[in-house]
Nanobody, 126 residues
Framework: QVQLVESGGGLVQPGGSLRLSCEGSGFGLDDYAVAWFRQVSEKVREGVSC?????????NYADSVKGRFTISRDSANNRVYLQMNSLKSEDTSVYYC??????????????????WGRGTRVTVSS
């Protein structure tokens, strides 16, 4: 059974850090582009960060998180991480992991991934 499982969310003060983890089950994440999205309204998720598959590992970030968030792979453990630093209240959201065989569709168009995780909640508040 193919699954993406997120973890690492929680409550953090403004200026703090969290590391989110996305673990692949039933398939190898290295063969896929993997992205992090966050919910901005009931029906809309915005792309936050993305990393392509294979040896290239090209990355893309939303302007709102550039310089603060870093996406990376852990191939040995079939995981992708999102390191979030200098967190702001506006980063509060549910964060979702997504995977797609087509890196342009996911990492440039932020569109229609093959798989979604169920999300992990991040709350930035004092």
């Amino acid at each position: 059974q193919v699954q993406l499982v997120e973890s690492g969310g929680g409550l953090v003060q403004p200026g703090g850090s969290l590391r989110l983890s996305c673990e692949g089950s039933g398939f190898g994440l290295d063969d896929y582009a993997v992205a992090w999205f966050r919910q901005v309204s009931e029906k809309v998720r915005e792309g936050v960060s993305c990393i392509t598959g294979g040896s290239a590992g090209d990355t893309n970030y939303a302007d709102s998180v550039k310089g603060r968030f870093t996406i990376s792979r852990d191939s040995a453990n079939n995981r992708v991480y999102l390191q979030m630093n200098s967190l702001k209240s506006e980063d509060t959201s549910v964060y979702y992991c997504a995977a797609d065989k087509l890196p342009f569709r996911l990492c440039r168009l932020w569109s229609s991934p093959d798989y979604w995780g169920r999300g992990t909640r991040v709350t930035v508040s004092s």
